[in-house]
Nanobody, 122 residues
Framework: QLQLVESGGGLVQPGGSLRLSCAAS????????IGWFRQAPGKERVGVSW????????NYADSVKGRFTISRDNAKNTVYLQMNSLKPEDTAVYYC???????????????WGQGTQVTVSS
């Protein structure tokens, strides 16, 4: 059973940075895509970024391009989301998920972590 555990959330001031981690266990080769999603209060969950743990391909939502960077450490089975120049509108619960196809669509992912809260506020 594939399990994902997010960490690294917290409270940060506008313009600040955070790095989220997604640690995977029970990993299967079929699920080579790790995606990051976020859900703000009262809003739907949306895709932020994804990465292929095989080829390293990445993709980002327009709202975070140039500010967020997704990366991996295959030896640690961990995917990171470095978030810079954070804005109040980045406040959300952030989830990582595992899937087989690179996509920002929720229904492309089969396994989800429990989420970590990111709050951007002065």
């Amino acid at each position: 059973q594939l399990q994902l555990v997010e960490s690294g959330g917290g409270l940060v001031q506008p313009g600040g940075s955070l790095r989220l981690s997604c640690a995977a266990s029970g990993f299967t080769l079929d699920y080579a895509i790790i995606g990051w999603f976020r859900q703000a209060p009262g809003k739907e969950r949306v895709g932020v970024s994804w990465l292929s743990t095989r080829g390293g391909n990445t993709n980002y939502a327009d709202s975070v391009k140039g500010r967020f960077t997704i990366s991996r450490d295959n030896a640690k089975n961990t995917v990171y989301l470095q978030m810079n120049s954070l804005k109040p509108e980045d406040t959300a619960v952030y989830y990582c998920a595992a899937g087989r196809i690179g996509s920002l669509r929720l229904n492309s992912y089969d396994y989800w972590g429990q989420g970590t809260q990111v709050t951007v506020s002065s």
